[in-house]
């Protein structure tokens, strides 16, 4: 070996040494893994090429369970702006479907007897029929409200065109059996409020009026549970809905004594105005 040689193999020699040491020294490559967000590629075969693939992240448990949607208050059917309660401590009393022959009438006395006002929510056919009754009602001071030409519980589903058409006719009706009447208020069939008709009871001054007790006299329970459920969900500010039209309101009728005094007694009896 010549003398040159020998220089060379010994830097090789040197190298190797060196490198084998820097490379020993070394620590290993650090991987992060970046949760994949939106928008973000997901990562290709070739980044895990030099290990096993990464396994996924197990989806969160809830630890509690998800909040349920809360009910509607009672009595609730539409918009927050239908009129719910009286504004006051005082409950107002509204009779439904009416003016009719046989019930209408002995409402109107035994309100009377009793120094009490309410507001009656006249429909459309009934009045074309018996416009007298409606004088009466405004002759004795309550108040009118507009329950639609023909108590169509879909009404507020139609056109606004329609709606309009339905509520201004039920209010021409009225107006002819007494000329000048004002009509504050507009109840729909069934409470079945939609967005639509408050819209157009609105524009033609009216109020959208609901309710915040319902004894469901309409389905003709006895004249005890009537009274028993009108008294146990009245507070101080409800809207008592009856019916004095409609069908058979005998029972309706023979509640009404009881449930006036109580509660005339516990909160005083106010007329919607």
């Known amino acids: 070996m010549t003398h040159r040689a020998a220089i060379v193999s ?28 939106p928008g973000m590629p997901a990562p290709s075969a070739s980044e895990h090429a030099g290990g096993p693939s990464p396994k996924p992240s197990p989806t969160p448990k809830h630890t509690t369970p998800p909040s349920k949607s809360p009910k509607p208050p009672k009595g609730a059917g539409g918009p927050v702006r239908t009129q719910r309660l009286t504004g006051s401590k005082k409950v107002a009393l509204t ?15 035994l309100l ?3 120094g009490v006002k309410a507001t009656f929510c ?16 405004v002759r004795e001071g309550h108040t009118l409200c507009n329950h639609t030409w023909h108590h169509e519980f879909d009404l507020g589903t139609k056109p606004e065109a329609e709606i309009r058409a339905n509520l201004e006719a039920t209010n021409r009706e009225i107006r002819r ?32 009026l ?8 309409w389905k003709k329970p006895s004249a005890e549970a009537i009274r028993t459920r009108v008294v146990n969900q009245a507070r101080p500010g409800s809207i008592v809905l009856l019916h004095d039209g409609g069908g058979d309101r005998s029972a309706t009728l023979a509640a009404c004594p009881a449930i ?13 105005r």
């Open 112 to 114: 009377r007897r009793n």
């Open 210 to 217: 609901g309710w915040d007790v319902d004894p469901l006299d």
């Open 95 to 109: 009779f439904d479907d009416g003016p009719q022959p046989t019930w209408t009438p002995k409402v109107l006395d």
């Open 260 to 272: 006036v005094s109580e509660l005339k007694r516990k909160y005083g009896i106010v007329l919607l």
């Open 122 to 137: 006249l429909v459309g056919t009934e009045v074309h029929q018996y416009p007298a009754l409606v004088q009466r009602i």
């Open 177 to 208: 059996a007494v000329p000048g009447a004002k009509i504050k208020y507009f109840r729909h069939p069934g409470g079945l409020w939609t967005a639509a008709a408050v819209k157009v009871a609105r524009e033609l001054g009216m109020t959208a």
């Open 10 to 37: 010994a830097l090789v020699v040197l190298a190797l040494l060196v490198g084998g040491r820097w490379a020993l020294g070394r620590g290993p490559v650090e991987t992060i893994l970046v949760e994949q967000g």
